[in-house]
């Protein structure tokens, strides 16, 4: 076919269509349903009717198979291949005049359990409303009502719950809902109230029913630690005002705080020495895990007791971890434990304040089935471990794909990476929307199962700890069966296949290869269980002796440091605290334990504190100083000293805000002064070559 006899093909589809709108009267709208199917088509049968009429009241279109299927069809399991529709497939159903404002519904009827079929509803061509099949029985209603001629709704913002106090780029998506192409935008954000920053961002060509990703070219620079409220929104769109106020403006609430100091390389250098932080008496029983919650100013320490198959697992909070007077623990154990709670190894807080499990059992159901998987958690104590709207315990979402689960790594929002040992593989798990406490819809469920890395476990007890570095995009994974820790650049693979979902629909489940990968630490570990890092530093625990070994990560394998020699095998989860130490649970003796040195360092003096900040820190090249706090003031002088107690730098300024090199500097602590009218302030600045 020539380009000429393929655009009169293109004008006359445009005219047909026109001449199909225009067939339908004024107070009614154009309507087709497009379907795409799954595996397993030929048992799918659907009405749509009015309102939400019973199956076979006034149906206004039927379709599927109809040679073998009726309203009562569900669930019978009958049908055979060759009638009805095709699997992975796609049928556009239609047209037909539907009246505006009027509400219809599909009545979807399913007699083999074939899930994750996709209906969408065009309205005048615009794919208004898509609905996804879970079971064998569904009721989508939709009413009829064209897209509007501008409507955008904000979908994401990559602002997360803890932040620390350094320039953040303002990014996210919106949707554009119009019935136009959107070519200019006026794109705004706010915090606390103040007034817009504001971009005028033309030559965009941004589809109808299309998602756009949008970054503001002014960064947000908070001055100070604390609680902020940001707002972004679209004020024009095409020079007009968006026609939808309820999905104008994305919110994000975020507390900004100080980051987890690099002090691990005192461990190799000084005396250590252990404080309880929990035992027996605080109802710790075979902890497996623990980790801080996501806003780390609120020292909130979690641990996770894997417990045993009678007990279920449950979880202590310690408030105040590590204060001596003030702290307080919480044992708390969902409603549904045996399910969504049984046997828990491993835990993750990620940076929208939920958190994830995982389960070291083969059957959620106990039935010899192999259905387990990750489950999702909210850390909001009003929702946590209480019985919620739904029957199903306080669970906000999970997926049963990797039973034998022995760790997990949070990624972002609800993205996790699952060691799973049922099928020896590093899995990807995306909860995508949660359906809320107690509910089970998990048909949004995306997961990825990455084939390169072969996994072994040693047992059913030890977990298989991991962790995501996201400066970089390694995982790095514990895998004690075969004594060694493996990292795996999860910006790398491609799918190269999909595998079949047991017993529960998903909207993607896929198989990735090609990744970059390698192992990492293959030498000096019996039975590792534990790993964190910050900084360039790695800490890997072996269960066997207790020890917990130190590691430079900076080369393509890592290197032992040095070892902390703890006397007690069972040590299983290991954490870097807010305060920068060393935090660790062991299984076998029921305690939660800090690791502290005879080098004192206040986290909250290492980074920031009223009056200025300090960012990167710890530097290795440059570092930034800045305030908004300083008035005018000649007197205003800034002092740096080394731990010997010199003085390495000296500057008197009228504005607190520039940058300084530390390339001639040694490696080390230093002691930032500054002094004005006012009085002096100090903080502590590590420099790291």
């Known amino acids: 076919m020539n380009k000429f006899s393929a655009y009169v093909l293109f004008l006359l589809g445009v005219m047909s269509i026109n001449s199909l709108y225009a067939q339908c009267p004024a107070n009614q709208d154009s309507v087709t349903i497009t379907i795409q199917t799954e595996n397993h088509a030929f048992g799918i ?49 239609g047209p037909w005049c539907l009246d505006r404002d009027s509400i219809y519904s599909i009545r979807y009827i399913e007699d083999r359990g074939g899930y994750n079929n996709t209906f969408t509803v065009n309205i005048n061509g615009y794919p208004v409303y898509s609905f996804v099949t879970s ?35 303002i990014s996210g998506s919106f949707f554009n809902y119009s019935a136009n192409t959107i070519t200019s935008i006026e794109l705004c954000y706010s915090i606390n109230g103040a007034a817009p920053v504001t971009q005028f961002i033309s030559g965009l060509n941004i589809a109808p029913f299309t998602t756009y990703h949008f970054t503001h070219s002014m960064p947000w620079t908070p001055i100070t630690n ?46 250590v020495s252990y404080t309880i932080i929990g035992d027996a008496a605080d109802q710790v029983y075979f902890p497996s895990d623990l980790d801080f919650h996501t806003i780390l100013s609120r020292n909130e320490l979690w641990v996770l007791n894997m417990g045993d198959s009678v007990s279920n697992g449950s979880t202590v909070t310690f408030y105040n971890a590590g ?46 089935g192999h259905f387990a998987g990750p489950a999702l958690w909210s850390s909001d104590s009003l929702v946590y ?75 059913d007890t030890i977990p298989n700890h991991m962790v995501l570095d996201d400066s970089t995009g390694w995982l790095y994974v514990v895998d004690n069966g075969n004594q060694r820790v493996v990292r795996m650049d999860i910006n790398t693979g491609a799918p190269t296949g999909t595998f079949s979902p047991y017993q529960e629909p998903l909207a993607e489940h896929t198989i990735y290869s090609g990744t970059t990968w390698n192992d990492y630490i293959t030498t000096g570990l019996v039975q590792p269980a534990g790993i964190d890092i910050v900084g360039n530093r790695m800490i890997v625990s072996d269960y066997s002796n207790g020890d917990i070994i130190i590691y430079d990560k900076t080369s393509s394998t890592g290197v032992e440091l040095g070892r902390i020699h703890t006397n007690a095998p069972g040590v299983a989860g290991v954490k870097i605290g807010p305060d920068g130490k060393i935090w660790y649970v062991n299984q076998l003796i029921n305690t939660v334990v800090r690791v502290d040195t005879s080098v ?90």
């Open 385 to 459: 471990a209480l019985p919620g709207p739904g029957p199903l315990g306080s669970h906000i979402d999970m997926l049963h794909q990797s039973p034998f689960a022995m760790g997990i790594a949070a990624d972002h929002d609800n993205v996790f990476w699952v060691y799973d040992g049922y099928n020896q593989r590093i899995t990807y798990y995306d909860f995508v929307k949660d359906h809320g406490p107690g509910f089970d819809d998990h048909s949004d469920g995306i997961v990825r199962r990455y084939d390169d890395v072969v996994l072994n476990r040693i047992n």
């Open 600 to 689: 004192s360092i206040n986290s909250n003096e290492v980074t920031s504190a009223a009056g200025f900040n300090i960012y990167p820190n710890p530097v290795d090249k440059e570092f930034t100083v800045f305030s908004s706090q300083f008035s005018v003031d000649k007197q205003n002088q800034l002092r740096i000293f080394n731990i010997m107690g010199e003085e390495v730098f000296s500057k008197t300024f009228t504005t607190l805000n520039f940058q300084l090199s530390t390339i001639n500097w040694s490696n080390g602590v230093y002691l930032v002064q500054i002094t004005n009218s006012t009085g002096t302030i100090r903080k502590k600045l590590v420099v790291r070559h």
């Open 323 to 368: 204060d001596t007077n003030n702290q307080i623990s919480l044992w708390r154990q969902d409603p549904n434990a045996d399910h969504f709670f049984n046997m828990p190894a491993a835990m993750a807080f990620s940076d929208n304040t939920n958190f994830a499990s995982v389960d070291a059992i083969l059957d959620a159901h106990h039935n010899a």
């Open 45 to 93: 049968y659907w009405q749509l009717v009015p309102d939400s009429n019973a199956c076979g009241v006034n149906p206004i279109f039927t379709g599927g198979n109809l040679a073998q299927m009726n309203c009562n069809s569900a669930g019978l399991n009958v049908t055979t291949a060759g009638n009805g529709y095709a699997g992975f497939s796609t049928y556009i159903e």
């Open 135 to 169: 079971t064998i029985q569904h009721l989508f209603s939709f009413t009829i009502t064209p897209p509007l001629a501008y409507n955008v709704g904000m979908k994401s913002l990559n602002l997360t719950s803890y932040m620390t106090p350094v320039p953040h780029t």
């Open 226 to 271: 604390g609680n902020y409220d940001c707002y972004v929104w679209c004020q024009t769109l095409n020079g007009n005002a968006d026609m939808d106020h309820s999905n104008d403006t994305i919110h994000k609430a975020v507390v900004i705080g100080n980051p987890i100091p690099d002090i691990i390389d005192h461990y190799l250098t000084s005396l």
